[in-house]
């Protein structure tokens, strides 16, 4: 049996447990046994998330008056946090932001940069664990106060409830661009 060396830490890689197989990567049907909990936050998400919904949030969140900590603070209050959104797994995103940095590393050994950015992509998910809905806070982004499209998670038919919908502020323009209308 061989010594162990109390300078070296071994980290135990979860992901071969968790990975999904790439055919069923992003797996948004219902064939998915997260289904229900993924198709639920996503239309929360796009029934509430609308103009006055953003303004109101960005005028809550982005005082930047809650608080400080190490990112590897937020990654620790990331361990009480599984995303709702997640179709491919149910673990806390912690592990999901270490896998990220490490597929990353593994790829771009050279790119510390890149790790950084793959270790840090979800830490804005730390809104949840402080009382924000994790419909504020998870699944995939879009731009709100325009015509939502079709290939955004579950389709334009799950905007349904969304007061942008018929809100006569927002113009399309034939530059593919929204503009608001005061």
Request: net charge negative.
């Amino acid at each position: 049996m061989g010594t162990v060396d109390e300078n070296v830490v071994t980290i135990v890689d979860p992901s071969d447990k968790f990975r999904p197989e790439k055919d069923d990567f992003r797996n948004y049907t219902q064939n998915n046994e997260y289904f229900d909990r993924v198709r639920r936050t996503y239309r929360e998400m796009h029934s509430t998330q609308n103009v006055n919904f953003v303004e109101r949030k960005m005028a809550k969140w982005c005082q930047f008056n809650r608080g400080e900590m190490t990112i590897m603070e937020a990654l620790q209050l990331l361990n009480s946090l599984v995303d709702e959104s997640d179709p491919d797994v149910d673990v806390p995103n912690s592990v999901h932001a270490f896998q990220t940095a490490e597929r990353i590393r593994s790829v771009h050994p050279d790119k510390e940069w890149f790790q950084l950015t793959g270790l840090i992509h979800d830490i804005g998910k730390v809104l949840a664990v402080w009382g924000e809905p994790q419909s504020c806070v998870v699944g995939d982004t879009f731009p709100v106060g325009c015509e939502f499209s079709e290939h955004i998670v579950f389709g334009r038919e799950s905007f349904s409830d969304n007061e942008d919908i018929n809100n006569p502020k927002f113009k399309y323009q034939t530059s593919n661009c929204f503009i608001r209308q005061n």
